[in-house]
């Protein structure tokens, strides 16, 4: 929002798309670092889904990569990357550097759920990370978005 108003861009529309990208981008957060965040003690997942799913606290701290956990995190991702992708004509309508520095910004947390997907929601045993070929893919993306 402040990026906005600095760019001279805070129209309601740019706003309510920028409020979609940013609650998705923590989000991601959160599901990346499910395993740091239970040792401080903390669970950022919904307990209705949590119980809708199955999966229990106890499940969390055994890092048990149950078919639940997986339909779960599964579950978490589409409604992350349903909130970034909503948000995401943001992206074209904001000309020059802000425009293209948030299509990165949403092709890294697409990214983030992408590796998510790929290990079948395991953020107990690998906490993904965008790496240099990430890195590529997501300047690519961003590119052609």
């Not at 990346?32 to 889904?49: F, N, S, T």
């Not at 599964?74 to 990357?81: G, S, Y």
């Not at 395991?122 to 300047?139: A, E, H, Y």
């Amino acid at each position: 929002r402040i990026m906005l108003h600095l760019y001279q861009a805070a129209s309601a529309e740019n706003m309510k798309d920028s409020d979609k990208i940013c609650t998705a981008l923590q989000i991601i957060n959160f599901w990346q670092d499910v395993a740091i965040d239970w040792k401080k003690e903390r669970i950022y997942l919904p307990m209705e889904d949590m119980v809708k799913f199955g999966v229990t606290e106890q499940d969390i701290n055994q890092a048990k990569l149950t078919p639940q956990w997986q339909a779960l995190m599964q579950f978490e991702i589409n409604r992350a990357r349903k909130l970034m992708l909503d948000g995401s004509p943001l992206c074209r309508r904001l000309s020059g550097r802000i425009g293209f520095e948030l299509r990165l910004v949403v092709q890294g947390g697409l990214r983030i759920l992408e590796k998510i997907e790929q290990v079948n929601g395991d953020v107990f045993n690998q906490r993904p990370t965008i790496g240099k070929w990430d890195s590529c893919v997501m300047l690519w993306r961003a590119i052609f978005m």
